[in-house]
């Protein structure tokens, strides 16, 4: 759906794109990438349980 509306903004406007925002999509990818890590060695479980005796504490 971003496809149309960048193509409607550039072809019925004549609006010019700008750059595309490399920090955001370099934040999203190290997000991903410690994500994969911690599921990878098994972070991810400990961390859930972790969250998991917090809440059940409260």
């Not at 991810?44 to 809440?55: C, G, R, S």
């Amino acid at each position: 759906m971003g496809g149309v509306g960048m193509a409607i903004l550039v072809f019925v406007f004549h609006l010019q794109p700008t750059a595309p925002p490399i920090d955001v999509m370099l934040m999203i990818l190290a997000v991903i990438t410690a994500a994969g890590a911690l599921q990878a060695a098994g972070g991810m479980d400990y961390l859930v349980h972790l969250a998991e005796k917090a809440l059940r504490k409260n």
